[in-house]
């Protein structure tokens, strides 16, 4: 899919970064050491930060810094850091100047039905990833994917990131990633949004990001095409996510066990 390929028969791809754009430099010093690390994990990757964060529990939460300064932040780290980048889209207006810049649109999860969206973000033949709603079961995403397709546009991704499972919590159930799959597109496994906790601190998300590893396994072991992963260099001081985002220090061993569990089923 662009310049990484992904799907059946291709290496396991992650999609990582911060939550939020957050001041330029610190969003690219982030960028530099997630490149570093996996660069040595041998793992392509597609960089991941939000230029506006429209889904907070909050109205004083912090969003980031839009649309335009966002994409000027992106465009640098991708030109520089010659990595692919990817950021949420949350209407039709965004999407033609946002494909400018990203190499896949991003339609966040509660948005996942936005007919408008969907076809807007198709119709620039971009890569499209897709989160599925909370609130969905895995069958109900062949009706988004007819959306994308509708207008010509195939390269799509499906994301999995958990399911409401009662108030203020997901529940992951590993039987949605090969009935994804049957729908003939690259399956993305979303690990830390998945322990996310929405609304349980009253103003904010909770998160067990220690469950985070275990889940990351499991999906590979499932047979996902690529994982999701929200990073921080101090997410316990994130403004966005940071309960359930990992740190970058614990990232390496990540990447190594998940890597260990894609060879081991591609030889099979």
Not at 111 to 131: E, I, S, Y
Not at 132 to 160: C, H, Y
Not at 202 to 210: L, N, P, V
Not at 250 to 261: G, N, Q, Y
């Amino acid at each position: 899919m662009g310049r990484i390929p992904l799907g059946k028969g291709h290496p396991l791809v992650l999609v990582a970064g911060p939550c939020v754009i957050e001041e330029e430099g610190k969003t690219r010093r982030m960028a530099e050491i997630l490149k570093e690390i996996v660069e040595k994990a041998g793992i392509p990757l597609i960089f991941k930060s939000s230029y506006d964060k429209a889904n907070r529990s909050q109205l004083s939460s912090f969003r980031g810094p839009g649309m335009r300064g966002g994409l000027k932040i992106l465009a640098k780290i991708k030109r520089d850091l010659k990595v692919p980048v990817l950021s949420d889209v949350h209407s039709p207006q965004e999407v033609e100047e946002a494909s400018a810049v990203l190499d896949v649109l991003q339609i966040p999860a509660f948005l996942c039905r936005q007919t408008d969206l969907l076809l807007a973000a198709g119709r620039t033949m971009k890569p499209v990833n897709v989160k599925k709603g909370q609130f969905l079961a895995p069958w109900d995403m062949k009706n988004v994917a007819e959306k994308i397709e509708s207008t010509g546009n195939r390269s799509i991704l499906l994301t999995e990131r958990g399911t409401c499972f009662g108030y203020n919590n997901l529940v992951v159930d590993f039987r949605s990633l090969p009935l994804l799959s049957e729908l003939g597109y690259p399956v993305i496994f979303d690990a830390t949004h998945s322990v996310q906790l929405p609304g349980r601190l009253g103003t904010s998300s909770g998160g067990q990001r220690q469950f985070v590893p275990a889940l990351a396994r499991a999906a590979v072991a499932v047979g996902c095409d690529g994982l999701f992963l929200e990073v921080h260099e101090d997410p316990d001081r994130a403004p966005c996510d940071g309960p359930n985002m990992v740190r970058m220090q614990d990232l390496p061993a990540i990447l190594r066990s998940v890597k260990r569990i894609r060879q081991l089923f591609s030889e099979r």
